[in-house]
């Protein structure tokens, strides 16, 4: 189609040009008549004039459109500039034109620069105050035939000069535009579509945002100055956020670093959140709406920081982070390293980011995680910090799963294990519980029943030990060794023999948790049997009688019948299946055989 359109020759850009003089022309006569309708008319003619134009343009990118976009974006700035242009005819036009001028951006640098020019010129000539809503709407209202990226980049350069025009009450207004600034840039940095020299352009606007209202804190007194940069830090978090799921952009994260300081933030005090939360309370206050509106990103921006630091020593310094004193004092300091760990959930669970980011995540965590921490601090309390290490810990496990590079799922087991050992006992025993039984990936809850398994295994192995020795089995509070020999294990290994659905489990689906929870289960009834205990109440003749005739008979069925029907088929499928079922066939049989011999002994 494009290529049977005519081309835009001198005679039609003249013709085009023509219809833009009578158009302003019919503008400013009925406005400066004061008749409201007729200027309403006229305007909304404008701008749908101005709109095809910029729409022609964008979609056909023909060499004659360009131009042809630009002399009317010129002639439009001409206009505005104009001596005999009267107050009463720029603020009429300030509503809808800076929208209609910024769809102009994406058509070319130059008709970018003229964009910016006319936003500027009416920030030169109307009430700042005004023109900050008006900014506001046009960013929060992009309309779809418009290139996003650059359509915004004009709005966001003139509320940066708005901020610096404002005369009073800078820190509610400021307030309103940052939360859509955030919004808008989030919805664009997550789309894939756009070229890096489009990005680019936007941070550098945002950036330059960002510093504009680092400069109009400076003019600001103790209580108000307080207050913005506060809001300044919570801005730039976000921010800095979104530059690391967008391009990773180094040059602007370092830009964003330097303003870190100025708003008194800390490098420990982002890692452990307290830094956000204070940032918070000072803006946000008990606003629960204002709250929706900036958390989004802000401490995925905090955690980030931190990880940025370890990459970046530049980083580093431009934020005036001690970053080897931050490691050591989460290494020694429990409750803090607790903080961080829930922290940095935000990275482990984001699914913009790049994996980058979360290999350096993963290994600043086994760095704070190293040494000896078992035995620091062992008496805190977990309790106020179990939601957020639950989910931090949910979120590795979906690392250990997805991430395609080795080196990546090792470490992050291995972090796993080392976060699990720091927290206390009971806590992770509820801990480890959840997330068996919120996990849907049958390979995941095979680990973690294992690693369930290994704690029970230390925990006899600390009873056996203070058994033996008398005066440290005086020690109530040392020997808390059966918390893990609890009759809860019965509801664990249910949870995956017989699920909620009432049957057996499915297989060949189900095949690695299913083995790993019978494994647990002979472990736990063979030892319980040699010591001669019931601690987990798996030896009670109504227990086993349960287990014996709702989770294994039924199993024994399903996978012998699995079994039979796929024994002479050569299917790779078929085949795959039988040899899943093996190993789960043998321990079956071998639990089966066990529980009959409790049942006899019972007898």
């Not at 579509?193 to 606007?205: A, I, K, S, V």
């Not at 180094?250 to 307290?274: K, M, Q, V």
Request: hydrophobic share 40%.
């Amino acid at each position: 189609m494009s290529a049977e359109k005519t081309p835009i020759d001198g005679s039609s850009s003249a013709n085009t040009l023509l219809q833009l003089h009578q158009l302003l022309t019919s503008c400013s006569k009925s406005i400066s008549g004061g008749n409201f309708s007729q200027s309403q008319t006229s305007v909304s003619e404008l701008i749908n004039f101005l709109d095809s134009v910029s729409d022609a343009s964008i979609s056909e990118l023909e060499p004659g459109e360009k131009e042809n976009a630009f002399k009317i974006l010129s002639g439009i700035y001409e206009f505005l500039c104009s001596p005999s242009l009267n107050q009463e005819n720029i603020d009429a036009l300030s509503f809808e034109l800076p929208k209609s001028a910024s769809k102009f951006a994406g058509v070319s640098p130059q008709c970018l620069e003229i964009s910016d020019n006319i936003i500027h010129r009416f920030i030169e000539k109307c009430s700042p105050r005004d023109m900050l809503p008006i900014l506001c709407e046009a960013l929060d209202s992009p309309n779809k035939t418009v290139q996003a990226a650059t359509y915004v980049c004009p709005l966001i350069s003139g509320l940066s000069d708005v901020f610096i025009s404002l005369q009073r009450r800078h820190f509610e207004q400021i307030k309103v535009a940052v939360p859509v600034v955030v919004k808008v840039v989030k919805a664009i940095s997550t789309e894939s579509d756009y070229e890096d020299t489009e990005l680019e352009t936007l941070f550098e606007r945002i950036v330059v945002n960002a510093h504009s209202i680092r400069t109009v804190c400076r003019k600001l007194e103790d209580g108000e100055n307080e207050k913005l940069r506060a809001l300044l830090g919570l801005y730039v978090l976000q921010i800095l956020a979104l530059v690391s799921v967008s391009r990773n952009y180094l040059h602007f994260a370092l830009r964003l670093a330097s303003i870190l300081p100025y708003s008194g933030i800390s490098g420990l005090g982002l890692i452990t959140g307290y830094s956000v939360d204070t940032m918070s309370h000072i803006v946000i206050g008990e606003d629960e709406e204002d709250c929706l509106s900036f958390s989004s990103h802000v401490y995925l921006g905090a955690s980030l920081s931190v990880v940025w630091a370890q990459k970046h020593d530049e980083f580093a310094q431009a934020a005036k982070f001690d970053f080897g004193a931050i490691k050591t004092e989460l290494q020694n300091n429990r409750t803090k390293r607790w903080q961080a760990v829930g922290m940095l959930k935000h990275i482990f669970a984001s699914i913009d980011l790049p994996w980058e980011f979360k290999r350096y995540t993963v290994d600043f965590l086994l760095y704070i995680t190293s040494g000896d921490i078992s035995n620091k601090l062992e008496h805190n309390d977990c309790s106020l910090y179990m939601t957020s290490l639950f989910s931090s810990l949910q979120a590795l496990t979906m690392i250990i799963i997805y991430a395609s590079d080795t080196v990546l799922r090792k470490n992050a087991f291995e972090a796993l294990k080392r976060v699990l050992g720091d927290i206390p006992n009971s806590q992770r025993f509820d801990i480890l519980k959840a997330l068996i039984k919120n996990s849907d990936s049958s390979s995941m809850v095979a680990i973690l029943l294992d690693l369930f398994r290994g704690e029970m295994h230390r925990e006899r192995i600390l009873r056996t030990s203070l058994q033996k020795n008398e005066a440290l089995e005086a020690d109530s509070k040392t020997c808390q060794s059966t918390l893990f020999w609890s009759t809860s294990i019965l509801e664990l290994v249910e949870s995956v023999l017989r699920p909620d659905t009432g049957g057996p489990p499915i297989l060949p689906d189900n095949s690695d948790a299913v083995l790993s929870a019978l494994n647990l289960y002979r472990f736990v009834l063979m030892t319980e049997a040699a010591g001669k205990t019931n601690y987990t109440g798996l030896r009670s003749k109504n227990n086993l009688q349960k287990a014996y005739n709702e989770w294994l008979l039924p199993l024994r069925m399903l996978v012998g019948g699995i079994a039979a029907a796929n024994k002479n088929d050569i299917d790779q499928h078929a085949v795959d299946t039988v040899c899943a079922l093996n190993p789960i066939e043998l321990v079956l049989y071998r639990c089966i055989e066990l529980v009959e011999e409790n049942l006899k002994h019972l007898a």
